[in-house]
């Protein structure tokens, strides 16, 4: 079933196949190997029974547990919901502690802890909690125009601003988020989600500064263009990664560079610089190239991408769970040796694997050019390919786990863009938070720890990005 | 292994092919170069400058002979299928010589290079990947995936500029930087060792970690105060008298400071400790079979927590270069992947500290290339000349230059039992 070694390590845990082996095909640098021992659903499950059955005699007996009674035993346990809630939390707890930190005034507070207790917590609590309630309201949405609205000071699109840029924001990150849940699946390690992105831009970005055409004929064009291109920059990884063994982390890392450099040589280039701009940048995105927005108002920016960004999901999920190349793609992550003899071409699902994660990345990318962007420059994308990472291991590699920390990651964007308006603390603090949800919820056990969780009775948290 | 001694070797081997590809080129330097090249001379002058003592080459002539050089490397190959090495070298050497001729006699701008500053700027280009590369090496001989090498690069930077501010003592500045490394290392060391995380993804989110965290530091402490927190000075030149007067080496190896002194002593100590001395064998063993390692009584875990913090410290202190010697001060995400090709640096130098030090001189290299085709207004486009240190990253993990091998337990957790 499985062949990662420490599950392996556990007695009873595997329905140990006689053949082990090393788990990839790779003669190459391999130790970057991405265990694939899942937190999804169904396997999961099957790591359960293996565990526990040892452990509990009586497994009949807790089929029959009553649903209040699982939700207590449940809410201060190990299983993922609680362990993602409470690392999102202590992630919280640590981006206050470095706003504080930070923050000259109430840093120069806390050298008068012991003559005026109370004034220093106090300060330091009004700090923190109202640049949090900013991010809230920057993200979610804000009392107070709701209550200016409802006295008709205001328009109602002010109401759904927050929506629209948390939407805005969480679009590119689904789709580069998708573009490392899938390949994971199969047991390839994508970080080459930027520079899919980046050359997804490239096309997409082409198509809409390039033609004018009408939008109906010119949008599906770009969308097409921008997946075509990312695709065949994954492509590339698969292949040289099924030929001839090379590392996929260090390939992707190789051409997310390169993708770079060719983006800065490319707006350079005639006919897709601007002639009236003595700067790096493109000209701009015709408008019958643009997705179109949701709601034709210039004030809410989210636009189509979001909504393919969903399809994109269930597509991919749908594939997994149901499609004959998800079915093998799964396979191969499993066990590409008994893949093979099952007679599944390895090489192939390999190669195409990674060209649709390029195609959502290129998505990714596409849906930031022809969204957002008013023009292609060469810091266009940020960092969307990395924290698709993030977003992906956030959302346990799951299509629909992705779309919820996507939805997250997007929020605290659009939060922490308020919140470096309205209480001057650096967006870059968004960046630390969410690294440090990444690294609590792939470290269920500090989690634990930490909060003194019980061990779930009925997920195994431990299946997740921890190997062991 | 023991199979492939039973089968006949097969004609196209690694050196055949790579001889075929440098035929290619050889002919691609001697014709397009030579018919593009113009009939000024290119000079290269010994010293930092243009002027002084130098040699002048023919520009049509260099062009087409140094093409021939690469030809006649690359037939040689294909002919003996030996001497892999060597003649890939001369080839490479011969098809940059040919298009340098071509690019120098054509410039509008300067026929003249000068060897002595392209030395000098390849070794300081090659400062931050020796450090880096180092790390990795150090991380990954032991079996822990260092990936985090931008993050400990980064953070060290900025431990080096604000507490050589702070302190107002520039040596402290460096122990900070240091520090700085090591403490990323040692929540990788944490995560990866005790919480058995995935390594490749605990470096990714450093990575993300470390750029967010110095960054907001800067906005928040730095930036409104740059005199109080971001003033570090700039390190002192330590010429060695006489020995910086050779030309063309001199003014690289000894006219430097303490980053290229550090840096060429760190590769020599490292080298001799991962080879000659009982903690290097027990590094080596502990990577390549952690549990034959574990059962002579050797500690698996505490040797992996040593190195990895002992690869932090060596990154941290090589990223406070770019605070403290490239410029003066600190800026968000300042490093801007260095970190990433002092990985493929690693990877290049097949994990040895020596060959990790040439491959950092190798992608050194192309960058002071890059800058000297840019001040004589080459029209061969800087970007493309930046991918390639990524391009040879690509063909060296592809097998294509030469298969390179990671220690067998690198990145795999050990448990006990």
């Known amino acids: 079933m499985t062949s990662h070694e420490p599950i392996e390590a556990e007695p009873g845990a595997t329905a140990a196949s006689p053949d082990k082996g090393p788990a990839l095909p790779t003669p190459g640098v391999d130790q970057y190997h991405v265990d694939p021992a899942l937190p999804a659903a169904g396997q999961a499950e099957h790591h359960d029974q293996a565990e526990r059955q040892p452990k509990h005699r009586a497994p009949e007996k807790e089929e029959k547990r009553s649903f209040a009674r699982a939700f207590r035993e449940e809410l201060w346990a190990d299983n993922n919901f609680t362990v993602t809630l409470l690392a999102i939390v202590l992630a919280l707890i640590c981006g206050g502690v470095l706003m504080v930190v930070g923050n000259a005034e109430v840093r120069d507070q806390w050298q008068y802890l012991l003559y005026q207790p109370g004034k220093t917590i106090g300060d330091t609590w009004a700090f923190v909690s109202t640049a949090y309630t900013d991010m809230f309201k920057g993200a979610v949405v804000n009392p107070d125009t709701v209550n200016r609205w409802y006295w008709n000071m205001t328009t109602w699109q002010q109401v759904f601003y927050p929506i629209s840029e948390t939407l805005t924001n969480a679009a590119p990150l689904i789709f580069t988020g998708l573009a490392v849940a899938v390949p994971f699946r199969a047991g390839l390690f994508n970080i080459g989600g930027q520079g899919q992105a980046i050359m997804g831009a490239i096309g997409g970005g082409t198509v809409g500064l390039a033609l004018s055409l009408p939008a109906i004929v010119q949008v599906p064009l770009g969308v097409l263009a921008g997946a075509l291109l990312g695709g065949l920059w994954g492509y590339l990884v698969g292949v040289l990664k099924a030929r001839t063994g090379a590392h996929e982390v260090i390939l992707t890392i190789m051409l997310n560079n390169i993708a770079f450099l060719f983006l800065g040589w490319f707006i350079l280039q005639q006919g897709i610089k601007d002639p009236n701009r003595s700067d790096a940048i493109s000209k701009p995105i015709q408008e019958s190239g643009k997705l179109p927005q949701l709601i034709p108002d210039p004030l809410l920016r989210a636009n189509l991408g979001i909504v393919l960004a969903v399809l994109a999901a269930a597509g991919v999920a749908w594939l997994l769970k149901r499609g004959r190349f998800g079915f093998e793609l799964r396979a191969v992550g499993h066990n590409p040796h008994a893949a093979a003899t099952a007679g599944i071409k390895v090489g192939t699902t390999i190669a195409l694997t990674m060209a649709l994660a390029g195609a959502l990345a290129g998505l990714g990318g596409t849906s930031v050019a022809l969204g957002t962007a008013p023009a292609l420059t060469v810091d266009m994308l940020g960092q969307i390919g990395f924290n698709g990472i993030l977003v992906a291991l956030l959302g346990r590699v799951r299509p629909w786990g992705v779309v919820g920390a996507g939805l997250l990651f997007g929020a605290l964007q659009a939060g922490g863009n308020a919140m470096q308006t309205f209480s001057g603390v650096s967006v870059e603090l968004v960046g630390v938070i969410q690294a440090l949800i990444v690294l609590f919820v792939a470290a269920p056990a500090l989690v634990k720890a930490i909060y003194r969780l019980r061990r779930s009775p009925a997920a195994a948290a431990q299946a997740g990005l921890a190997k062991g | ?180 490394g090591a403490l990323l290392s040692a929540i990788l060391a944490v995560f990866a060792i005790k919480y058995l995380v995935d390594q490749v993804v605990v470096g990714i989110v450093l990575n993300v970690f470390a750029g967010g965290l110095t960054a907001f530091f800067y906005e928040q402490v730095m930036r409104p105060d740059t005199d109080a927190y971001n003033f570090p000075g700039k390190v002192p030149s330590w010429p060695v008298p006489v020995l910086s007067e050779i030309p063309i080496i001199g003014p690289a190896l000894f006219n430097g400071n303490i980053f290229s002194y550090g840096s060429l002593i760190a590769v020599v100590v490292i080298t001799i400790a991962l080879f000659r001395t009982r903690w290097g064998l027990r590094t080596r063993a502990v990577g390549e079979h952690p549990a034959a390692a574990d059962t002579v009584g050797i500690r698996v875990l505490g040797l992996r927590y040593a190195n990895v913090l002992l690869a932090g410290l060596v990154a941290g202190f090589g990223g406070a270069y770019f605070s403290m010697l490239s410029t003066t001060g600190f800026s968000k995400y300042m490093v801007s992947g260095a970190g990433f090709i002092a990985l493929a640096a690693m990877i290049f130098g097949r994990w040895h500290p020596v060959g990790a030090f040439f491959a950092s001189l190798f992608f050194g290299f192309f960058g002071a290339l890059t800058g000297f085709l840019n001040s004589i207004s080459s029209p061969i486009p800087s970007q493309f000349l930046s991918m390639l240190p990524y391009l040879a990253t690509i063909f060296a993990v592809a097998g294509l230059v030469g298969r390179v091998r990671a220690p067998a337990a690198d990145g795999k957790p050990y448990v006990k039992g």
């Open chain 2, 1 to 180: 292994m023991d199979v492939e001694l039973a089968v006949p070797e097969a004609y196209w081997t690694r050196t055949r092919k790579t001889g075929a590809v440098m035929v290619v080129l050889g002919l691609l330097a001697t014709i397009v170069f030579g018919a593009l090249a113009g009939s000024e001379n290119a000079r290269f002058a010994l010293g930092e400058t243009v002027d002084g003592a130098g040699f002048d080459i023919p520009g049509t002539f260099g062009a087409i002979f140094f093409g021939l050089v690469a030809l006649a490397a690359g037939v040689a190959m294909l002919v003996t299928g030996r001497y892999f090495g060597v003649l890939t070298g001369v080839a490479l050497m011969g098809f940059i010589i040919s298009a340098l001729c071509w690019q120098m006699s054509v410039s509008p701008v300067s026929h003249t290079m000068p060897l002595g500053f392209i030395a000098a700027a390849t070794f300081t280009a090659a400062i931050p990947l020796i450090f880096g590369s180092l790390g990795g090496v150090l991380c990954e001989r032991s079996g822990v995936v260092n990936v985090a090498i931008e993050g400990q690069l980064l953070t060290g930077a900025f431990f080096g500029a604000l507490f050589g501010t702070l302190t107002g003592n520039f040596w402290l500045g460096l122990v900070a930087a240091a520090v700085g």
